[in-house]
């Protein structure tokens, strides 16, 4: 028997001394606020809690360890200590997708009070041990200062009481997420509900044999094995193109590690992990195709249609030879970036729970929940009105949750038992399973006059796919539309190709393939500067994209072109600064290329002081769900004391695309705005009490823009943010400063604006500096989070963000996509300082650290 104190109150445990005190806290006692992020690898900090008055993490502490002493979780906090807290991570803006935040909030309740004027470095130092994926640390180093003050001075902390436009009121739900009181989908527990497993792939490319399952007899709890013969509709999937199989079988050939050829359901997880362990399976072991340079010409197919996904050419202007034969300077590189994993903290779960009318209920923290339920009611052929998808907030997302992971298997498995089942992967499963972002090569020539102008560009970009489409295609294909990055170039001459392998998919990431083509570009424009003796500060800003100037694709920019604006904003610093880098972008909001995006929203008038906006976009961090109440406060006059609550589920009907491309704040802020009006047009001379029970609804499409290949005006894309960032070295050459100046249009929430710029800054730093995924020939070589080289609080440095306003005549009051743009400009920025550094140019990420000046 095993005696401590947990809360205050005694508790008594005589099971298995050797379980983790996170299941125990979680499974037995019912306490969500402490998370699983790494599965038990003591690697991100999202289960901390306090042990005797010291730090411990609960995923990866036996219960044998907590024997006698005292456990406290945020549950515990004295009153004061855990509004204090959480109320200063609102106010600073440090709550994005909230999952890591109750285990920051236990460290920074154990750092002050044995330090209660803690130092900035203090505060570094303490929670160097948690992993935040979404805010770059520095409003959470910001907010416990700030609680830390008020505590000493016994104040309470004042939020931003004013609702609308440009105003820091606090995100949607942020102080639950704080708390740890908002649920996630593996928080959520049903009557009944069993638990499913998935039996991965051994091997990348391997033919599949037999499946054996007769170890799992002697095993108790076992509910059910399932396999690819028991999809009762199509058993393909996927986004654009449906060659991802639900379960491999039988005879079939595997084409990833990623791979699933079955699922067990038993009556807890633990017991289900087991069960898929158990199971034996035999292939045929294949050679694999996981080098994507030879993906055109080998003999291994890894679909029967062949290996190319996609090609994206764009040829316009003169001849790029002809221009190159007389141009002034010419500047060529073959760059190469790597695969890198997305680590959002919360990994895939989702729960399917029947309707008792034959239909079924999914619960998903998917990017996408109207493109989950089409998915889902092929897989079980059922009618889409079967499938309602509700969206439960992300734990994070960045793109690798456009992809259907466990939905479908969780369906499945519902339908069939007809019971609610909860499948999630764990961390080392989600490494495995979920897209990354692509690998690419690309070979640049560049060109410019003897006056500095930019006269062609030539580049041929190869990117590695993986054995699934998912996304793919599109996103070497925006590696090849941005390929010019952020400068008017009147010759280009770029093939993009994504072919597959039997690598592990790749799909979207922040930044959605124009993280790679910046790197090129922007390095090789560094290198003509230097070249001809150009001043890069002024190189870039007379090539940079402005009105009636043209981007990769023909696409002439008419209005809200910002980016002089942002290079203006840090030309002090630049000029300043003994080694530092420059880097611009651009990014697109919107799918644009001739594909209709549409946005709708309704608004129902629940009582006289409560309003229910429904939309079907994700929450996953970003703040799409602050947005859309700022947006409707604005429109409508609203002050705090009308409660607004956000339902997104596909049983409204009211659609959403998937949250991807920046498109959320513009799309649906317009669709916001269309239902807001005609509210607004029936409050005229009265009170929303006598509006009770009234709907409206509004709706948004953008239907107008194009390929690049059409013949007349080409519009790719409805908007575009732009944005400068600045890479400041020390005399050791250390990353000092990061200036990052952004044309978002009009900020909507500064604070929330300025976290996801840090944020963006810091996942581009990681992608400059130490991310890689640790694979080799399709095979992981580890499958630790904390070999994925993400960074931690340490390691940030001094980011300063610079709003431009460049009101975009599109967007909802001005506003544009902030999403992705921050991590873009930031890996050349960096790369551009080590040259200035120590002369060495670098052709790859992540970079070679610069040796030390002597």
């Not at 029967?304 to 040829?315: C, H």
Request: aromatic share 6%; charged share 25%; hydrophobic share 40%.
């Amino acid at each position: 028997m095993i005696a401590f104190l947990l809360n205050g109150q005694n508790v008594e445990y005589s099971g298995d001394e050797t379980t983790p005190l996170l299941t125990f806290l979680r499974e037995e006692r019912g306490i969500t606020s402490v998370k699983d992020g790494c599965s038990g690898q003591a690697a991100c900090g999202a289960c901390l809690v306090e042990l005797d008055g010291k730090p411990a993490l609960a995923c990866s502490t036996p219960m044998k360890r907590v024997a006698d002493k005292e456990v406290i979780t945020i549950e515990g906090f004295p009153e004061n200590v855990r509004r204090t807290l959480a109320r200063a991570f609102v106010a600073e803006g440090a709550v994005q997708c909230g999952y890591c935040t109750p285990g920051i909030l236990s460290r920074a309740k154990i750092l002050l009070e044995s330090n209660p004027d803690p130092s900035r470095e203090d505060v570094v130092k303490a929670i160097n041990i948690n992993v935040c994926r979404c805010t770059g640390y520095l409003k959470i180093i910001d907010a416990v200062l700030l609680a830390a003050r008020a505590l000493r001075e016994k104040q309470e902390i004042a939020w931003e009481e004013r609702t609308g436009i440009g105003f820091s009121y606090p995100k949607y739900e942020a102080y639950e997420k704080a708390l740890g009181s908002s649920p996630y989908v593996n928080d959520m527990r049903f009557d009944g509900m069993a638990y499913g497993v998935l039996k991965f792939s051994e091997h990348p490319r391997a033919r599949l044999l037999k499946i054996d399952t007769s170890a799992l007899e002697k095993l108790p709890g076992i509910v059910r094995v399932f396999d690819a013969q028991d999809v009762p509709g199509d058993r393909y999937t996927g986004h654009l193109v449906k060659d991802w199989p639900m379960m491999v079988a039988i005879g079939e050939e595997t084409r990833c590690i990623g791979d699933v050829v079955a699922g067990v359901v038993a009556e807890s997880e633990d017991l289900a992990r087991r069960a898929a362990e158990a199971i034996r399976v035999e292939y045929e072991v294949l050679e694999p195709l996981t080098e994507v340079t030879e993906a055109r010409t080998s003999s291994v197919r890894v679909h029967k249609g062949g290996n190319l996904l996609k090609e994206t050419i764009i040829k316009r202007g003169e001849p790029v030879d002809q221009v190159f034969a007389r141009a002034a300077h010419v500047v060529e590189g073959v760059f190469e970036t790597p695969c890198i994993e997305h680590a959002f903290l919360e990994t895939e779960a989702a729960i399917a729970v029947p309707d008792g009318s034959g239909g079924i209920t999914v619960y998903s923290q998917s990017q996408g929940i109207f493109k989950d339920r089409e998915q889902i009611a092929s897989v079980l052929n059922l009618p889409e009105k079967k499938v309602n998808v509700i969206q439960v907030s992300a734990g994070g997302g960045f793109g690798g949750k456009e992809d259907l992971s466990v939905q479908h298997h969780a369906a499945l498995y519902s339908m069939m038992l007809k019971r609610p089942v909860k499948v999630r992967l764990n961390r080392a499963e989600s490494i495995r399973m979920h897209p990354k972002r692509h690998r690419m090569k690309m070979d640049y020539k560049l060109a410019c006059d003897e006056k500095g102008a930019l006269t062609a560009l030539w580049a041929r970009i190869t990117g590695d796919g993986g054995a699934y489409a998912s996304v793919g295609g599109e996103v070497v294909a925006r590696t090849g539309t941005h390929a010019a990055g952020a400068y008017h170039v009147p010759s280009v001459d770029v093939i993009a190709s994504a072919y597959y392998t039997n690598n592990p998919p790749a799909g979207a990431f922040r930044g959605f393939g124009v993280n790679q083509a910046t790197f090129a570009m922007e390095s090789l424009v560094e290198e003509l500067c230097e070249k001809a003796g150009f001043d890069r500060w002024q190189f870039r800003y007379d090539n940079a994209i402005t009105e009636g100037r043209m981007t990769t694709t023909g696409h002439v920019l008419r209005e809200s072109v910002g980016l002089r604006d942002c290079l203006t904003a840090v030309r002090e610093a630049f000029s300043q600064a003994k080694f530092a880098g420059l880097a611009c972008a651009i990014k697109n909001s919107g799918i644009g290329n001739g594909i209709e995006e549409v946005s709708e929203t309704r608004l129902k008038v629940l009582a006289p002081n409560h309003i229910e906006l429904q939309h079907g976009w994700t929450e996953m961090g970003q703040g799409v769900n602050t947005v859309a109440r700022q947006i409707l406060c604005e429109v409508l006059g609203l002050d705090n004391s009308v409660r607004v609550d956000i339902k997104c589920s596909t049983d409204t009907e009211v659609m959403g695309g998937v949250t991807t491309a920046s498109r959320g704040t513009p799309l649906l802020g317009h669709s916001v705005i269309a239902a807001a009006e005609k509210l607004k047009e029936d409050l005229k001379g009265r009170p929303l009490a006598d509006l009770v029970g009234k709907e409206y609804f509004g709706r948004y499409v953008v239907d107008w823009t194009t390929s690049h290949n059409v013949e007349g005006e080409i519009r790719s894309h409805f908007s575009y943010a732009f944005a400068t960032h600045l890479a400041i070295l020390d005399e050791d050459g250390t990353l000092k400063t990061i200036y990052a100046a952004h044309d978002s249009g009009k900020i909507i929430n500064p604070t929330l604006f300025e976290s996801q710029i840090e944020g963006g800054v810091v996942m581009g730093m990681g992608y400059a500096l130490s991310e890689k995924l640790p694979l080799e020939k399709g095979r992981l070589t580890s499958d630790r989070m904390s070999k994925l080289g993400l960074p931690k609080a340490k390691d940030v440095p001094e980011i300063k963000v610079i709003g431009v306003e460049c009101l975009d005549p599109i967007g909802p009051f001005g506003a544009k996509g902030v999403g992705e743009i921050g991590t873009i400009p930031t890996a050349p920025a960096i790369a551009n300082a080590y040259y200035k550094y120590d002369g060495v140019r670098r052709y790859s990420l992540p970079l070679t650290p610069p040796k030390r000046r002597t």
